[in-house]
């Protein structure tokens, strides 16, 4: 059964769940079904799909980025440590399920490495005119990779309107074991470079 957890909850992932050490972090969202008629088409925005971008940030002591390989987004899907592989990019959100799945092996993160962030962004949404009030139903789950089972899930219910990423949630280690946090903070970081930017 899985934990359902709102913005600012925290849970152990290891501490109770011994053995845990390969996740996969699904993050989902649908686009707002909207009217693509003669204002849509005037406008932009309203006919065009919404490209979200599913990332993940690495960071060491004091959240800070200590190399640019270990942004791993859908231009690099896999760390050199192979602790963590994004498996590749869903360019519109449409289909149930997750959008985008990260695969992560916890006892081969490299031990300078103190959280990850997973962050979600939207494909030229300044050109498009597109932002996260137009996508409903966000949401990230943590699901242990041996046994399918589904053990945390954060659903999204902020109104977005006007940003343009979402910071949603991150894996961090505290002392020997590995804490999950809900986040979901809005941006208006135009892009994945300016939300990392944020940690150098």
């Known amino acids: 059964m899985a934990i359902n957890l709102v913005k600012g909850q925290k849970i152990d992932l290891t501490k109770g769940n011994a053995g845990l050490n390969k996740i996969m972090v699904g993050l989902g969202w649908d686009p707002v079904s909207s009217g693509k008629g003669l204002l849509g088409s005037l406008f932009g925005g309203g006919n065009k799909d919404i490209d979200c971008d599913a990332s993940a940030i690495m960071l060491g002591a004091d959240d800070k980025l200590l190399s640019n390989k270990d942004v791993i987004y859908f231009g690099n899907l896999t760390h050199a440590s192979k602790s963590v592989k994004h498996m590749g990019d869903n360019l519109t959100g449409d289909g149930a399920g997750d959008d985008e799945q990260i695969f992560i092996e916890l006892n081969s993160i490299p031990a300078q490495i103190e959280k990850i962030i997973f962050v979600v962004n939207i494909y ?20 242990d990779h041996n046994t399918n089972q589904e053990l945390v899930r954060f659903n999204l219910t902020d109104n977005y309107k006007g940003s343009t990423a979402l910071v949603v949630g991150e894996v961090y280690r505290h002392e020997s074991e590995w804490k999950f946090a809900a986040v979901g903070n809005g941006t208006n970081d135009p892009s994945l470079k300016n939300m990392v930017s944020r940690y150098i």
């Open 124 to 143: 030229d949404c300044i050109n498009r005119r597109q932002d996260f009030g137009m996508i409903q139903n966000a949401f990230i789950r943590i699901v």
